[in-house]
């Protein structure tokens, strides 16, 4: 036995001084009484009580009883017990939710088979139950119960999310190291690789099954400015024969885009779709069905290549207006006097003409002619009103199509060698156009203006904006989208996101949005109800290969050293707080009941 | 009512008028009253013959004897006196615990009742106060029932207090009062048993008829207010007990104070005295008229 706060144990203290006090309240009243004859008699009495003087009824050995027992309590004393905690690990990814040839699906098999297992257990000790997708966690405070160990477990659903492997790996061999846990069960697709851990009873239910899967579905818009997008979609055959996958690309419920392809054995393919009409939600889904349902269909949406939102920042605003003539590009001038780094939040890039930020900003930015002296960048600026161009890289985004000896800047300023941002195109007097990456965001410096001269009327410079355009926009890069179980940052201006399955739950820009494990398409809620869609994707074809699940190699610190005991402190506080709540209560009734009595007594 | 107490009721005065003293002997008196003197006198009770000698009143001479005896005799008759009656009242410092019994006051109203039946009787009544402070009570003999607001008076200023020794001061008392008759003494007799009968039995001896009153605390009786640890202090002696008080230690002290009664009563009886208690949660005129033979009154 010990205490887990010996230093509680002071207030035992408190017990002579409640005697004391005892004593002291309970001293002998002075009473003057007509004789003491009759007294006398009485006097025997006192003598023969045991430890006499003075008289210490029953309620006042309770209440120091009590008091004993609240000091004790405090001190937090506690017992070693043996017992043999228990971990129940119950893989619950994707690849759970295939069918098996009984019609069930792994996630249920393993159910039934970690239940058989629980029942053998002695149920001697705690009981944890985890589950390993998205990320391995336990679902609750241990258990004490089989019983509560069993309700939990009938509680899990398989997730839409694939395991990390490697996570996996770890998790189980820390638990399996655990000095508090005696024996580890893991039911799950993967087996474990020889050696297995002494601790851990692996529980298989990984039977091969046939599977096709949609890998990705990425779309793409090629060009600035075009309505068609180019679809992307992966699809893979994880059968051990050849099979002919028909693939139907719908866009909001309508069928845009249909394939046929004949795949041998474990083979993949691509299939592209270079112009598909816009639609707000597409969905894929690929014939005929099969064990997996869940990676037969991919969604994507139109949201991730929505219109290039600019913020302009320029002391001549109206230069933003042959901006705005580009298809597919809004921009919002603003002044530098009005502007502040929160304003960028909603833009998904800056551009600063004849300024530049007081930081640096959080968003791809172009710097037009940027004043000298800017501590921000530290761009040295040369002045000329002769500048003119006298090279470029020919392999850069910047540069494509740009026919530059057309390109008439009428004037400008050169740039000075820059730490962090490189030359693209330069003349005499140095670089006319930087680019650079920082703090993960593209920067890109002219020292011309562009603006005033797009259209026809200088084609080459329109071409060089919008290369740099598209270039700070991210265009052209093909994206996979967002996956199941990896969770995203919450964009501007999102107060709620509603889930595939229709929960919804509240969210704060900036902060990751982790209840990522449902595939489908997620409604991210803006102010006044404004809903972007955003497509999540189980988007694994590890896990969609349910026929060459990869064993699990889990190592454990003490592998070699069988199930022991554990020694685990067990509270006592409880069982005396109980105690000492009955004693009062018993006190306070007994009290009750006398005071009824010498009430009634009274005339 | 005219500077009697509370209790003295029309009703209660009507009543205690009906009441006369019974004495168990004759004592002479100083006046003519309604109880037989062992003198000779002129009341129509015959008592005995004697010769005549000159000077004797004609109108006794018993002419019948004369006539069958040819002698003259004269006839005597029992004289009738009035009760030389003496109220002792324990004005100890006992007889002011504990305090809400009211024992004092109750000795009061008893003392005065008893004088007042006298004095209604036409008797003399002489009120001696044992101990105590305050006023002093004239120890003499007054008659006339409207005395009776005199001797209320004298009792009001007086307060319990003080130590006296029971035998010893009624001895002392005796001496003082030389002439016999019938004696009242109200206390509790809270003392020491031998005390009470010596101080009793010099009464006895001195041919006084005596009625022992005991006035007791119904709190006091039955131990009621004490409770636990309690140090008890005699208010005459001042000795100190340290006692523990519980239900059981309760009944054993009101079996002790049952004991101690039992045996003044029985000492009392066993000497033809007459003997009274009254306990101050009764109702005093209840008391008074049921206690009538107990207190030595008769209607």
Redesign the interface.
Known sequence: MGFLYPGALVFFALVPALVLAYLAR??????????????????G??RE?FGG???LDWMFFAEVFILSLVAFAMAGPFIWKKTAPLAVVIDNSAAMQALTAADKSRFDVAREKLDAALSAEDGGGEISVYVTAPQPRRVAPPFDTLTEARLALSRIKPTDAPNDQTTLENFLGNLASEARVAKVIFAGANALAAPVPERIHPIAVGDTVANAAIGSFSLRREVLGAEALHASLSIANFSPETRTLELVVTGDGKEIAHAKETLGARETATLEFPAIPPARIYEAKLAPDDALALDNVAYATAGSVKNVSILFISPTPADAAGLNSIPGVEVTAQSPDSYSPGDLGNFDLAIFEYATPKELPGVNTMLVMPPPGDPVFGLTVTPDSKARIAGWRTTDPLTDSVNFRLLNLRGGEYFGTHPWMSQVVGGDGGALVLKGERAAHRFVATGFNPFPYLGRRNLPMSVLTLNAISYLAGLGASSSGYRTGQPWLVPAGVERVILPSGRKIAAHPGTLFTAVSEQGVYELVGPGGAKTPRAVNLADLTESDLSNSPPLKVEAANSGSAAEPVMEKSSLSDYILAVIIALTALEALIVYRRRRIVEAAAP | MFGLPDEFTPGLLARLERLRIRTRQRYPGLGRGMHLSPKRGSSLEFNDFRHYSPGDDFRYIDWGLYGRSDKLYIKLFQEEEDLLTYIFVDASASMAYPAGDRKFESAILTALALAYVALASGDRVMLRVLGGKGGKVDPSFVNGRHRIVELARRLANLRPGGQFDFATSLATELLAIRRAGKVFIVSDFLMLLKSVTRGLGMFTAASMDLTAVQILGGRELNGQGLDGDVEVVDSESGERLRVSIGDRERTQYRETMMRLTREIKSFCLERGLHYALYTTDHDFQNFFVRAVSDLGLAH
């Open positions: 309970e001293r002998p009243s002075r009473v003057t009484v007509s004789s003491v004859l009759a007294f006398r008699a009485l006097r009495f006192r009580r003087w003075p008289r």
